[in-house]
């Protein structure tokens, strides 16, 4: 992971309908939702909704399949795990109470 492609995914959560959809989708698992079920679920108007999946699909944060006549959104977990990994890659500068406290809560 480089610093473009972490910031263009970082970009693509800067609203927060397109962290609800991302959240829901981690909640649903590598079956990911019907786009109708998602939208119908997160309460976004179809008018917008459209446009904030496609801004996480172009940051490669979901992938989109089409499955009979309806298309399902799931997370592409490989690229979160990657992006936190990516943020998280010099966490605490070896200071052992900061790494400590953030392995416990990785437990949680």
Known sequence: MDEARSAMMFAALGHPNRVRVLRKLVQ?????????????????PASTFAHHLKALVEAGLIEQNRRGREIYSSVDFDAVRDLAGYLMKD????IPDLETSLMNQQEI
């Open 28 to 44: 649903a698992g590598s079956d990911g939702l019907s786009v109708g079920q998602l939208r119908q679920t997160l309460g976004v």
């Open 91 to 94: 966490c605490c500068a070896g």
